[in-house]
């Protein structure tokens, strides 16, 4: 079956980057997504890759695929403290029914 | 500001109580879907509706029942909840059911507190 694993937990300074790391098992991942998720509200869709990409940017937002490592990263460039939030990656494979696996999600805080 | 709007925030009910949770986007998306997140976890899906009709039930047990009154709402039934339903709902929307470069916009949830 799928799994997505990620790092509970990162603690950065404000101004640095961050990196988060994301792997998957499923080989017939087809999109990948990074959502946000702020204290008491939902998740907010960041960005996502199709699996036969590499590399994506986004602005303050770049996210690297390495499909042989089955390796996902968000890189978040002049990390702010409105950053602070849990990020969770998520995999759409055809073997799910194209339905979305969650990874268990990595809280980011930042410091002032 | 999301474009997935799910009323209310925040809801406390007795076991014994029925209660709807509901549900709206104006995107014109034709999937719509409900989820249960616990403190700390991801989101796991409960149901998806496609074109008004239930495509997915993952299982879930009768108290909880949806319904999709057209492609605009969707609605989650509460009747006879337990207090480890004591969970946030999310709503999703996407445009089409299964088609993995359209992704999944998310409601702020209901907190649901079970006495």
């Known amino acids: 079956g799928e799994d997505v694993e990620q790092s509970l937990f990162l603690s950065v300074r404000e101004g640095d980057s961050s990196v988060i790391n994301c792997t998957y098992t499923?080989?017939?991942?087809?999109?990948l997504y990074w959502y946000k998720q702020e204290p008491g509200a939902g998740l907010q869709l960041l960005t996502y890759?199709?699996?036969?990409?590499d590399m994506k940017q986004d602005q303050r937002l770049t996210v690297l695929l390495n499909k042989k490592d089955k390796h996902l990263s968000l890189r978040i460039a002049d990390t702010q403290t409105g950053d602070s939030a849990i990020y969770f990656c998520?995999?759409?494979?055809?073997?799910?029914?194209?339905?979305?696996?969650f990874g268990g999600g990595t809280r980011l805080m930042v410091k002032p | 500001d999301t474009e997935v709007t799910q009323t209310p925030k925040h809801l406390v009910m007795g076991m014994t109580n029925k209660k709807s949770l509901k549900c709206e986007q104006h995107?014109?998306?034709?999937?719509m879907y409900w989820y249960k997140q616990k403190a700390k976890k991801p989101p796991e899906l409960m149901f998806v509706y496609s074109y008004e009709k239930l495509s997915i039930n993952e299982s879930v047990p009768s108290r909880f029942s949806p319904e999709c009154p057209n492609s605009s709402l969707l609605n989650l039934h509460l009747h006879a909840l337990q207090p480890e339903d004591s969970a946030l709902y999310l709503c999703?929307?996407?445009?089409?059911?299964?088609?993995?470069?359209?992704?999944?916009?998310f409601g702020d949830g209901t907190r649901l507190s079970i006495l």
């Open positions: 890759i199709f699996s036969n990409m």
């Open positions: 999703a929307s996407s445009p089409q059911e299964g088609y993995s470069n359209q992704p999944q916009h």
């Open positions: 499923d080989s017939s991942s087809t999109y």
């Open positions: 995107m014109g998306h034709r999937a």
């Open positions: 998520a995999e759409r494979n055809l073997n799910a029914g194209n339905m979305l696996t």
